[in-house]
């Protein structure tokens, strides 16, 4: 079974540095990966996505991840970070179930928080 | 706004009650997803169906059950509800959930369940 492991529950940073939120995977073949984004009070919304194309990846509102098949990471990054950036970020791999079936498993997430 | 909607936002129930959560999957999207979000367990896959139909089974107690109607909305039904199951509940869905997990999943605002 895969599993997917965030390496910090929670990332500060001032506004206008650089952001990196550091995932690990297990995987014992090619696996799709996602990070996601919850701001607070709301829903899930995808950031970006590896399917076995680019390794580098490019997201929405800035954010990139680069996929490291030596390292077994996926680690989510973004130049310049801003006070609407604050969110918990959830790293994500699809994994096929006892049933055959994927199914997504999801990392423990990691609270970014943006010092003005 | 994913265009997955859930209801209610909110429930407050007793322990060993029963509740029904709704959700109506974005237009054209064929597959339905539920997860749990709670502060111990992190986010869990509960289960999957597409067109009508169980396609995936994750960590679904036997106390809860849903289904998927003709019109694609689906409901999440909790019985004999325990203080252990306040926990906020998100629907997902995506085109047809047949993609080997590739695929991207758009999340519904959650149903957040209080149980007293």
């Known amino acids: 079974a895969q599993s997917v492991t965030q390496l910090d529950s929670h990332v500060s940073v001032s506004e206008g540095t650089p952001v990196l939120l550091r995932c690990n995977y297990s995987?014992?073949?090619?696996?799709?990966l996602f990070w996601y984004v919850q701001h607070p009070n709301k829903g899930l919304q995808l950031l970006l996505k590896?399917?076995?194309?680019a390794t580098l990846v490019k997201g929405i509102n800035g954010f990139e991840a680069e996929f490291k098949k030596s390292e077994t990471s996926f680690h989510l990054t973004k130049p310049s970070a801003h006070m609407s950036d604050a969110a918990e970020y959830f790293c994500v791999v699809s994994d096929l179930g006892p049933d055959s079936n994927y199914q997504l498993i999801w990392g423990a997430g990691t609270k970014l928080i943006i010092k003005p | 706004d994913s265009g997955v909607t859930q209801t209610p936002k909110h429930l407050i129930t007793a322990t060993g009650q029963r509740v029904t959560l709704r959700c109506s999957p974005r237009s054209g999207d064929l597959s339905v997803y539920w997860y749990q979000q709670s502060l111990d367990q992190g986010l869990q896959f509960l289960i999957q169906y597409y067109n009508g139909e169980e396609r995936a089974k994750g960590n679904i107690l036997e106390r809860f059950s849903a289904q998927q109607f003709p019109d694609l909305h689906s409901e999440l039904n909790l019985s004999s509800l325990e203080l252990g199951d306040s926990a906020l509940y998100f629907c997902?869905?995506?085109?047809?959930?047949?993609?080997?997990?590739?695929?991207?999943?758009?999340f519904g605002p959650g149903t957040r369940l209080l149980v007293l």
């Open positions: 995987s014992s073949y090619s696996p799709s």
């Open positions: 997902a869905s995506s085109v047809d959930g047949t993609s080997g997990g590739r695929e991207t999943q758009y």
């Open positions: 590896y399917t076995s194309a």
